[in-house]
C-alpha cells in the first residue's frame, strides 16, 4: 500500500502496512462485521460515523452546481431515533471488540458529534478529551445564513472509567495530524 507524505512533516512516522501482519481492512456493514471479531481483540477503534445531515433537499453551490456524498443513501435516517439506534448499535459492537485498555476516536461535525458523545456516555465509555480538528479549506458558507463550519470535532474515549491512557497507549492511539473522508462503496 502506498501512503502519500503530501503535507506530512519530514518527522512524521513513515508506516509501511504491508508489515504489520494482524493488519487488515474490512469492508461491509459495520455492525455486521464487527460481530464476526472476537471479543477484545482490538487496541484502537478509529469512527467517522454517517453526520445524519438532514438535507431538506440538494446542497448546491451558488454556481449550482451539486455538492458530491451529501445526499448518499448511508447518510440518510428518518429520525434522530432511527439515528441514536444505529449509534447506539456500532458503539456497543465496538465496546465489545474493544480490549479493556482500548481507546476510541470518534470524529463528526455539529451535526452529529453530540448526540454520539451522549450515547457514548450512557454507554459507560469514559471521556478522555474532545479534539478539535480545524479545517484549513473548509466547505464554503453557500447560503450566507450561519457562520463557516471549519472545523470537526474528535471525541477520544476509553472502553469505561476504570482503563487507564498511559504515556505509552496515548503515543499509540493518537490518530495521524491528516486525515480523509471515507469513500462509500457502490
Given at each position: 500500500?502506498?501512503?502519500?507524505?503530501?503535507?506530512?512533516?519530514?518527522?512524521?512516522?513513515?508506516?509501511?502496512?504491508?508489515?504489520?501482519?494482524?493488519?487488515?481492512?474490512?469492508?461491509?456493514?459495520?455492525?455486521?462485521?464487527?460481530?464476526?471479531?472476537?471479543?477484545?481483540?482490538?487496541?484502537?477503534?478509529?469512527?467517522?460515523?454517517?453526520?445524519?445531515?438532514?438535507?431538506?433537499?440538494?446542497?448546491?453551490?451558488?454556481?449550482?452546481?451539486?455538492?458530491?456524498?451529501?445526499?448518499?443513501?448511508?447518510?440518510?435516517?428518518?429520525?434522530?431515533?432511527?439515528?441514536?439506534?444505529?449509534?447506539?448499535?456500532?458503539?456497543?459492537?465496538?465496546?465489545?471488540?474493544?480490549?479493556?485498555?482500548?481507546?476510541?476516536?470518534?470524529?463528526?461535525?455539529?451535526?452529529n458529534i453530540f448526540r454520539v458523545g451522549a450515547i457514548m456516555q450512557d454507554l459507560g465509555f469514559?471521556?478522555?478529551?474532545?479534539?478539535?480538528?480545524?479545517?484549513?479549506?473548509?466547505?464554503?458558507?453557500?447560503?450566507?445564513?450561519?457562520?463557516?463550519?471549519?472545523?470537526?470535532?474528535?471525541?477520544?474515549?476509553?472502553?469505561?472509567?476504570?482503563?487507564?491512557?498511559?504515556?505509552?497507549?496515548?503515543?499509540?492511539?493518537?490518530?495521524?495530524?491528516?486525515?480523509?473522508?471515507?469513500?462509500?462503496?457502490?
Open positions: 500500500m502506498v501512503v502519500s507524505r503530501r503535507g506530512a512533516s519530514a518527522r512524521a512516522p513513515r508506516t509501511n502496512f504491508e508489515s504489520l501482519a494482524n493488519s487488515r481492512i474490512i469492508v461491509g456493514d459495520c455492525i455486521a462485521e464487527m460481530s464476526k471479531l472476537p471479543a477484545a481483540s482490538i487496541d484502537l477503534v478509529f469512527a467517522d460515523p454517517p453526520y445524519n445531515l438532514q438535507l431538506k433537499g440538494e446542497l448546491k453551490r451558488p454556481d449550482e452546481s451539486h455538492v458530491d456524498a451529501v445526499t448518499d443513501d448511508w447518510d440518510k435516517f428518518s429520525s434522530f431515533a432511527v439515528y441514536d439506534d444505529f449509534t447506539r448499535a456500532w458503539l456497543l459492537g465496538c465496546r465489545r471488540v474493544m480490549k479493556p485498555s482500548a481507546t476510541i476516536w470518534v470524529i463528526g461535525s455539529y451535526h469514559w471521556l478522555l478529551n474532545d479534539i478539535v480538528w480545524r479545517k484549513s479549506n473548509p466547505m464554503p458558507n453557500f447560503r450566507g445564513r450561519r457562520f463557516t463550519n471549519a472545523h470537526e470535532t474528535m471525541i477520544w474515549a476509553a472502553r469505561d472509567e476504570h482503563a487507564r491512557a498511559t504515556r505509552s497507549t496515548t503515543k499509540r492511539s493518537r490518530p495521524p495530524t491528516r486525515t480523509c473522508r471515507h469513500v462509500p462503496i457502490g
